[in-house]
């Protein structure tokens, strides 16, 4: 769970205080004419029986009851009945109405409904929306937010399976259908940096990804792809992002079966990566990283020493290499079996070497 900082929360309430003060635009003014004007004139207009005028703090009251029908001053000028049967049915369809509708939304902002996520999409610029809140829609958001970066979610259904959890993690989260009118402009489309279209529909996605560019022809768009014949297409033709969950996940689940140690695997164009951890046992005691990397294509990731210490991501290149250490090594496939068979393990081990903590 991210939990933001004192700080960061203050400064979302204060936004989010803006964007109320902006919305609520004809309420502020009307409220600044009733109670700033209006005493005035009565303070400048009626007279008393003793002949005498009014203070300003009874003109105030006079007006802040006759909000409620109940006038505290006798008035026999014209203008000021005019006045008295004016400012009570404005100040309750306009005043009363509005303040009410303002205090519902700065107190019960955890309700979440559409007019709130609403507001609290106009504050954001720059931010990140994600569609869909299934497994692969909350580790984004989760990633996101870890990056500091804002991010408001819609979900079609009350029900998916990770609502609840970002309502807990108070992430601005919207019930509706993606492809309503209505929807993607509550989220502030037009000054997002980037959508991830993330439902389980690839037709969706794609209305999506394309409605959004309608709006912002410069947003980045991500979709999440089941079929893998229309990544291809999709990232040539809309110029957007295209990932199919298949494909990300077929490399790593294939590599698993062959050899534990291999923790991670990806793509890059035709070359095939992999990121694995060594323990220095045969022949790598003794050379530097920048040997390994220049001989067989290893990119140490990270290193500890032998006999535990803090893991150093990025160690210098120059840096000699003691029995047991770990290194977290990336490499392409086959420069990685060579790797392998230097070391003389030719075969994958029937367990993989302790990891690091920050590997695990």
């Known amino acids: 769970m991210v939990t ?3 700080r960061r929360r203050l400064a979302n309430d204060l936004r989010y205080l803006v964007a109320l003060l902006r919305r609520f635009r004809p309420t502020v003014l009307m409220a600044v004419v009733i109670f ?3 005493p005035l004139v009565y303070r400048w207009r009626h007279v008393g029986a003793d002949g005498h005028g009014v203070s300003l703090g009874k003109a105030l009251r006079h007006v ?6 109940q006038p505290s001053l006798d008035v026999d000028d014209t203008l000021l009945m005019v006045l008295d049967m004016v400012i009570p049915p404005v100040g309750i369809a306009v005043l009363v109405d509005g303040v009410v509708r303002f205090a519902y939304l700065f107190f019960a902002r955890h ?6 996520f609403e507001v609290i999409a106009e504050t954001m610029k720059g931010h990140v929306v994600v569609c869909g809140a299934g497994r692969v829609g909350y ?3 989760s990633q996101l937010r870890a990056l500091g970066r ?8 009350e029900e998916a399976a990770f609502v609840a959890v970002l309502r807990d993690e108070q992430v601005p989260l919207l019930i509706d259908d993606i492809r309503s ?4 402009p509550r989220t502030n489309v037009k000054t997002a940096a980037a959508i991830v279209c993330a439902t389980d529909d690839d037709l969706a996605n794609l209305n999506i990804a394309l409605d959004a560019r309608k ?3 410069n947003i980045r768009v991500v979709i999440r792809l089941f079929d893998d014949d229309l990544v291809a297409k999709v990232r040539d033709t809309f110029k957007a992002e295209a990932l199919s969950s298949s494909s990300l996940a077929a490399p790593a689940m294939a590599l698993a079966a062959l050899d534990p140690r291999i923790i991670h695997s990806f793509r890059i164009g035709t070359h095939l990566m992999v990121v694995s951890v060594f323990e220095a046992r045969e022949k790598l005691p003794g050379m530097t990283l920048s040997e390994v990397r220049d001989r067989f294509g290893g990119l140490a990731l990270s290193m500890r020493r032998h006999g535990g210490g803090d893991e150093r991501l990025h160690p210098p290149g120059n840096t000699l290499i003691e029995p047991g250490d770990l290194l977290t090594l990336q490499a392409e496939y086959e420069d990685y079996r060579k790797l392998r068979d230097f070391t003389l393990e030719a075969e994958a081990p029937v367990f993989a070497p302790p990891r690091p903590e920050s590997m695990s």
């Open 4 to 6: 933001p900082s004192p």
């Open 36 to 38: 700033g004007f209006m």
């Open 64 to 69: 802040y009851f006759l909000l409620y029908g």
């Open 111 to 116: 309700r979440q409904d559409k007019e709130w």
């Open 139 to 141: 580790r984004v958001v």
């Open 150 to 157: 804002d991010v408001v979610v819609v979900e079609k259904r």
């Open 181 to 184: 009118q209505q929807c993607l």
């Open 215 to 217: 709006v912002n022809p």
